[in-house]
T-cell receptor
Framework: GENVEQHPSTLSVQEGDSAVIKCTYS??????FPWYKQELGKRPQLIID?????GEKKDQRIAVTLNKTAKHFSLHITETQPEDSAVYFC???????????FGKGTTLSVSS | GAGVSQSPRYKVAKRGQDVALRCDPI?????LFWYQQALGQGPEFLTY????????KSGLPSDRFFAERPEGSVSTLKIQRTQQEDSAVYLC????????????FGPGTRLLVL
């Protein structure tokens, strides 16, 4: 069946360090991969997404890389700040294209 | 512009009660999705509308769950005879595109069934 696996489940870094979160997906036809940030009690907010026709996309301190052959994609945050602390979710579309399948989330803690 | 809104933000129900949760998507968005998010988990798909048509309801956990979007705008998720396991945050998302477009989430309704 369709599945998205996300690692690690928790990640603690010092302010200024980089953080990397990895996801794998099962449906080789998937072509859209968003990342959401969710702060406690708040809505998931889209921070970056990538479509399958590119291998990397960057937006200031955030980047996403995609390896379609290996069916995995990663979120990279550089120069982390305390306000980056949150739960991050990766996602991929289901086969029917009617929903996003989410990973279980990564709790990122950035200490100053 | 205005984002996706949901009401109520919090709902406490006694087991066996019926509840109705409302979602106002971003104006003009064709697609509307409902997700259920348990504590410490990622959102899980419940159902999908394209305009007023409910094209996928495979994620609804039981026939106690019912969703509608009669005019292709506002949507209501109804849960009949609530059970304790229904306690969760119910998230609504909308998208300008059909299917695989960017989804924008509402703040969610936190449902607690006692």
């Amino acid at each position: 069946g369709e599945n998205v696996e996300q690692h690690p489940s928790t990640l603690s870094v010092q302010e200024g360090d980089s953080a990397v979160i990895k996801c794998t997906y099962s449906d080789s036809a998937s072509n859209y991969f968003p990342w959401y940030k969710q702060e406690l009690g708040k809505r998931p907010q889209l921070i970056i997404d990538i479509r399958s026709n590119v291998g990397e996309k960057k937006d200031q301190r955030i980047a996403v890389t995609l390896n379609k052959t290996a069916k995995h994609f990663s979120l990279h945050i550089t120069e982390t700040q305390p306000e980056d602390s949150a739960v991050y979710f990766c996602a991929a579309p289901n086969q029917a294209g009617t929903a996003l399948i989410f990973g279980k989330g990564t709790t990122l803690s950035v200490s100053s | 512009g205005a984002g996706v809104s949901q009401s109520p933000r919090y709902k406490v129900a006694k087991r066996g009660q019926d509840v109705a949760l409302r979602c106002d998507p971003i104006s003009g968005h064709v697609s509307l999705f409902w997700y259920q998010q348990a504590l410490g988990q990622g959102p899980e798909f419940l159902t999908y509308f394209q305009n007023e048509a409910q094209l996928d309801k495979s994620g609804l956990p039981s026939d106690r769950f019912f969703a509608e979007r009669p005019e292709g705008s506002v949507s209501t998720l109804k849960i009949q005879r609530t059970q304790q396991e229904d306690s969760a945050v119910y998230l609504c998302a909308s998208s300008l595109e059909r299917g695989r477009g960017t989804q924008y989430f509402g703040p969610g309704t936190r449902l607690l069934v006692l």
